[in-house]
């Protein structure tokens, strides 16, 4: 399985949302962490203190998308 740290850096989000047929508010370049996170959950029994590390690596991912998207926001992207 990935380590957390893989899923970090949020995934290019024009990429991605390009690559959809159709854009919703659902498109999310940090799909991947989420879906590690859950199935570290799956493998530990949901055991949340085994899964911290995806957990953090998921709001690691979020926060750095966020701050990509505010800032071509404000460059008028």
Known sequence: SPSPQDNVKPKDYYAKFNARKSYTEYTDPCEDASKAS?????????????????????????RAWLDQRRADRQRGR
Do not use: P, T, V
């Not at 570290?40 to 998921?58: H, L, P, S, V």
């Open 38 to 62: 859950l199935a570290c959950m799956d493998r530990n029994g949901y055991d949340r203190d085994k899964c911290m590390e995806y957990f953090q690596a998921y709001r690691d991912c979020k």
